[in-house]
């Protein structure tokens, strides 16, 4: 170790010249358009895309958090006890609620609001990667929801593909059974992000030249007609825009080698010819691989073998992009670790929970010398300030469930269909 460290600090910056940031994987089927990137990003700040109006994608997935959610809510895990080891911090969805939409006990959170079994990853992280989600579960080749044998994109569709999942998720978004029907119908009849506030500039411009979704998805695809393919390549169209490449690190790479301070490349020096590396390598800090580090008994999380089947991935999980970490307020997995320092220290040794489940290239001791200056780079250094200032493209809207008690949703409806809403909402026929 060491030999290690003073070779690390040895090694010359020029070590990293070339790893700039290569540019987004676009697939031909879905090019990225102004129209489509707007609709998009409408569709990932509007709550009205939730059966009850209380969770957009955007909710789980801040930019100021680099696209994670610093909320705390906790999932029981496997035995569905809270409150012991198995305990995972997760994200908060929707509160449980049967097909018709009335709320109803669910046998874990009760009449609270659901809490996912995996904490929320950097939804701005995943633009490079061929599957998504912890798992990898969200893969490549995008299917039509509508039509499952109809290929839409055969190849780099994997945030097409995780886009549709959350809307008809039961935890997330959705109430049970909900249909695509239900969603695009009430899509068509709804005002966009008519319980928002602070719209940011570009969703005013669009909003004003078509203020209801039909004319979005028409100025979009050319026809108004709202289907969910449709839903998720606009979406994955704005979530393609959300590059963070304006961080210190890729501005040392570019020839301003004053962008990282000597403690941040004490720490840059160290992380690329440590193990560090093999797995998070720059410039996208993640190979996007599925390996497993030790954190948990594979019992509780299959991981990846839950996605391919295969054995042999048993318990690997997503190597995380380190870009943005320092945003972070819950890493891993399981969300049981709460800094960026406790994240490395957990490569120690004496840390691992579950030793005989490790992949190579772990453990790794990392000196209390260089310690802080890993950490310093990791924080910092890969953290692009335009993520903290919700500066464009990372500007969003402030939610309504930001602000605390709920509004009242307007309706294209005529008042006596109004009034109608108002009773079928007592009965819970509201929510679609
Ligand atoms: C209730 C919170 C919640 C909502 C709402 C939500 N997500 Fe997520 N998102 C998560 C969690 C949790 C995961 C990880 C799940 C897993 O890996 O099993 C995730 C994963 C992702 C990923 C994969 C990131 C990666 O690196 O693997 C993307 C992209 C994403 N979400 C985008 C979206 C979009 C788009 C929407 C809306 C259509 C959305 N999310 C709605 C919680 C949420
Ligand atoms: C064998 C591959 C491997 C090596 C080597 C490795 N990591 Fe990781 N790293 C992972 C995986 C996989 C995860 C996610 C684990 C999980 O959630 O189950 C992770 C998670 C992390 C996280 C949390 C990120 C987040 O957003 O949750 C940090 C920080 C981190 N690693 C830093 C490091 C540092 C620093 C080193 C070197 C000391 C290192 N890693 C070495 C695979 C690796």
């Known amino acids: ?42 569709l990932f700040w509007d709550e009205q895309l939730s059966s009850d109006d209380t969770v957009a994608c955007g909710t789980c ?28 911090f997760g994200t908060q969805g929707v509160v449980r609620r049967n097909s018709s939409g009335v709320a109803i006990v669910d046998p874990i959170f009760g009449t609270s609001p659901q809490v996912t079994g995996r904490s929320a990853p950097s939804a701005f992280q995943s633009l490079f990667a061929p599957n998504i989600f912890w798992d990898g579960r969200a893969g490549d ?12 994109i055969p190849n780099g569709g994997a945030l097409e593909s995780q886009a549709i999942l959350p809307i008809l998720s039961s935890v997330e978004m959705a109430k049970d059974g909900r249909t695509w029907a239900e969603v695009t119908a009430k899509l068509a009849g709804i005002v966009p992000l008519a319980i928002a506030t602070d719209l940011p500039g570009d969703i005013v411009s669009a ?21 969910p393919s449709r839903i998720a390549f606009a979406i994955a169209t704005y979530e393609r825009t959300l590059v963070a490449d304006q961080t210190p690190f890729d501005q040392f790479v570019a020839g301003d080698l004053a962008a990282l301070s000597p403690a941040q490349q004490t720490g840059l020096n160290f992380f690329t010819v ?18 497993n580090i030790g954190l948990r008994d594979p019992a509780e999380d299959l991981g990846r073998e839950g996605a391919t089947g295969a054995s042999g991935d048993r318990a690997e999980f997503k190597v995380p992009s380190l870009r943005g970490a320092g945003l972070k307020t819950r890493f891993m997995h399981t969300g049981q670790i709460t800094s960026v320092n406790d994240a490395v220290l957990f490569y120690d040794p004496a840390q691992f929970h579950f030793p005989t489940n490790l992949d190579v290239a772990i453990p790794i001791a990392v000196p209390a010398l ?35 008690a709920p509004e009242s949703v307007p309706t294209l409806a005529p008042l006596w269909l109004c009034g109608l809403a108002v ?3 007592a009965l819970g026929l509201h929510f679609r």
Request: glycine share 6%; charged share 15%.
């Open 141 to 152: 080749i995008f299917v039509d929801p509508l039509s499952p044998t109809t290929v839409l």
């Open 1 to 42: 170790m060491v030999l290690l460290v003073l070779f690390a600090l040895a090694t010359s910056s020029h070590t990293v010249s070339a790893q700039t940031l290569p540019p987004v994987p676009v697939p031909p089927e879905n090019p990225i358009t102004p129209e489509k990137a707007v609709l998009g990003k409408i």
């Open 370 to 404: 260089i310690l802080p200056d890993l950490v310093d780079f990791i924080e910092n250094g890969l953290t692009d300030p335009r993520l903290a200032a919700r500066a464009p493209p990372f500007d969003r809207p402030t939610l309504t469930s930001e602000l605390g």
């Open 274 to 291: 440590s193990p560090c590396s093999i797995c998070h390598p720059a410039p996208l800090f993640t190979g996007d691989r599925f390996k």
């Open 423 to 425: 009773g079928l909402t």
């Open 61 to 88: 997935h801040l930019p100021e958090n680099s696209g994670t959610d610093p909320r705390v809510a906790i999932h029981p895990g496997l035995d569905a006890l809270f409150g012991n080891a198995d305990d995972v």
């Open 207 to 227: 909003l004003a030249a078509n203020p209801i979704y039909p004319d979005l998805f028409n100025a979009a695809f050319g026809t108004p007609t709202i289907t």
